[in-house]
Nanobody, 114 residues
Framework: QVQLVESGGGLVQAGGSLRLSCAASGSIFTIHTMGWYRQAPGKQRELVASITSGGNTNYADSVKGRFTCSRDNSKNTVYLQMNSLKPEDTAVYYC????????WGKGTLVTVSS
């Protein structure tokens, strides 16, 4: 059973940066796709960024140029570097992984103050 543990959320002022990390444990294989979703209050969960084991990335239009998703395959760990944060980035960020089956982390809160 794969477990995902996020870290790195917190409170930051607009224009600041945060780095989220998510480590997958319990897996003996390199997970195909890992990434991040977010859910703001009163809104649906949305994809922020994803990255395959081959390094192909996909970003939501709202974060392109500001966020960078990367991973360490040897550790089954995915990162989200968030720069130039805006108040509208405030949300709970969820790590997810897919390898034939979806796995989800419990989420980490990111709050961007204006």
């Amino acid at each position: 059973q794969v477990q995902l543990v996020e870290s790195g959320g917190g409170l930051v002022q607009a224009g600041g940066s945060l780095r989220l990390s998510c480590a997958a444990s319990g897996s003996i294989f390199t997970i195909h796709t890992m990434g991040w979703y977010r859910q703001a209050p009163g809104k649906q969960r949305e994809l922020v960024a994803s990255i395959t084991s081959g390094g192909n990335t996909n970003y939501a239009d709202s974060v392109k140029g500001r966020f960078t998703c990367s991973r360490d395959n040897s550790k089954n760990t995915v990162y989200l570097q968030m720069n130039s944060l805006k108040p509208e980035d405030t949300a709970v960020y969820y790590c997810y992984a897919w390898h034939g089956v979806e796995y989800w982390g419990k989420g980490t809160l990111v709050t961007v103050s204006s």
